[in-house]
Nanobody, 121 residues
Framework: QVQLVESGGGLVHPGGSLRLSCAAS????????MAWYRQHAGDERDFVER????????????NYVDSVKGRFTISIDKASNTASLQMNNLKPEDSAVYYC??????????WGQGTQVTVSS
């Protein structure tokens, strides 16, 4: 079992910044991946169909959805198994509930509880 504790999120003006963090604990085995997904309000898709915003492996390889490239940066602290998402130049369309994801070496997924990000003037 893996437990994920998210922090960060909140309300910010367009152009502002926020930082999300996700601490993983429990049965952590390498190699693993961590990611941030988001689900916009009114999106009734199943949680497994959420949009992946950014992904990082424990070796540091990263991937981003095109809409956040150059604005968001995902990083990982292997000592604490914590993944962070630095979000700069936020736009109203970035407003969503952001979910942390941890994927085990055998492709099992664990999810955080979600944190609301609202970008509004």
């Amino acid at each position: 079992q893996v437990q994920l504790v998210e922090s960060g999120g909140g309300l910010v003006h367009p152009g502002g910044s926020l930082r999300l963090s996700c601490a993983a604990s429990g049965s952590i085995f390498s190699p693993y991946g961590m990611a941030w997904y988001r689900q916009h309000a009114g999106d009734e898709r199943d949680f497994v169909e959420r949009d992946c915003v950014a992904h990082i492996t424990d070796s540091g390889d990263t991937n981003y959805v095109d809409s956040v490239k150059g604005r968001f940066t995902i990083s990982i602290d292997k000592a604490s198994n914590t993944a962070s998402l630095q979000m700069n130049n936020l736009k109203p369309e970035d407003s969503a509930v952001y979910y942390c994801n941890h994927q085990t070496p055998d492709d099992k997924d664990y999810w955080g509880q979600g944190t609301q990000v609202t970008v509004s003037s």
